[in-house]
């Protein structure tokens, strides 16, 4: 069973910048996609960013890109999600997860989820 533990969350105001790390108890944490997703109120959960096993790839949600990086660093099992001008709508549960093989930005294709860490922005 892997474990997921995500960490960063906060209250800011918008135009602030948060980091958010996720870390994996999984063994294999170098082998898999590491993604992020986010819940608002009210709203389902969408892809964010995500990240492939060595880094080389990453893919991002239109209404993130040029705001949030998606980075790793194996070594520790741990993935982060750097966040930039942030915006009231950014406000969500932000929930890390992971997934072998391929990159996907669709929630049910990933196997291991973190219980999530709130993001504030307020305006």
């Known amino acids: 069973q892997v474990q997921i533990t995500e960490s960063g969350g906060g209250l800011v105001q918008a135009g602030d910048s948060l980091k958010l790390s996720c870390t994996a108890s999984?063994?294999?944490?170098?082998?898999?996609?590491m993604g992020w997703f986010r819940q608002a109120p009210g709203r389902e959960r969408e892809f964010v960013a995500a990240i492939s096993y060595n880094g080389a790839r990453t893919v991002y949600a239109k209404s993130v890109e040029g705001r949030f990086t998606v980075s790793r660093e194996n070594a520790e099992n741990t993935a982060y999600l750097q966040m930039n001008n942030l915006k009231p709508e950014d406000t969500a549960v932000y929930y890390c997860?992971?997934?072998?093989?391929?990159?996907?930005?669709?929630?049910?294709?990933?196997?291991?989820w973190g219980q999530g860490t709130q993001v504030t922005v307020s305006s």
């Open positions: 999984s063994r294999t944490f170098n082998l898999q996609v």
């Open positions: 997860a992971t997934k072998s093989e391929f990159i996907r930005t669709t929630a049910n294709e990933y196997n291991y």
